[in-house]
């Protein structure tokens, strides 16, 4: 089981509103939106050790 950290993050509103938006069309909390989101980013840029051990099988 995985221990997630709490930590604060400041954003722009207008992000804010953006990312709550995303979040409700996708039907996920925004906490998870933007967990997604970062997650997401960092697969792309090959940033995300879980990622790449799977991309090496």
Do not use: C, H, Y
């Not at 953006?18 to 697969?43: C, H, P, Y």
Request: charged share 40%; hydrophobic share 35%.
């Amino acid at each position: 089981m995985s221990k997630k950290k709490a930590f604060a993050l400041r954003l722009d509103p207008e992000v804010f509103k953006a990312v709550e938006k995303w979040a409700a069309d996708e039907f996920r909390s925004t906490n998870g939106q933007l967990e997604w989101m970062i997650t997401q980013s960092l697969k792309k840029e090959n940033r995300f050790k879980n990622a790449q051990k799977k991309s090496d099988e």
